[in-house]
């Protein structure tokens, strides 16, 4: 099954967006925000933010990680899938703790997507022939 792997990689990927809507919607209850307001405490803002960005990130990385997967390789697909999450949970940590710390995790998933994004176009393109 060449495709376990980066379905794994999907599968946590959307195990961490669905946390990030849990955590919200927690400090939502918490402080007594009421919808559709996503303003409140700055704690709550930092995990609406994450939720948010998580959202916006898994639109450019579940493609290019399937098209990656697609015309170059499920195994380095789903690694560099793999350090996608990583670089998105870090990122989530991060900036839930101090905001101005998010860069690292940010860099490392906007790196990982860029990688598969090129890396699919060039896979592609190799694939017209």
Do not use: C
């Not at 946390?19 to 927690?26: D, F, P």
């Not at 450019?60 to 949970?89: D, E, H, N, Y």
């Amino acid at each position: 099954m060449p495709a376990a792997f980066p379905g794994l990689v999907t599968i946590l990927s959307l195990i961490l967006y669905a946390a990030t809507g849990v955590n919200a919607s927690r400090l939502r209850g918490r402080h007594k925000i009421e919808a559709p307001s996503v303003t409140g405490p700055p704690e709550f803002e930092r995990a609406f933010r994450i939720q948010q960005n998580t959202l916006e990130q898994l639109a450019l990385f579940l493609p290019a990680l399937w098209l990656f997967v697609l015309f170059v390789s499920p195994f380095w697909g789903g690694v560099i899938g793999l350090v996608w999450v990583v670089g998105r949970v870090l990122y989530a940590i991060s900036y839930q703790r101090d905001p101005a710390a998010r860069g690292p995790g940010f860099a490392i998933a906007g790196i990982s997507s860029v990688v598969l994004l090129l890396g699919a176009l060039v896979g592609a393109i190799v694939n017209l022939r």
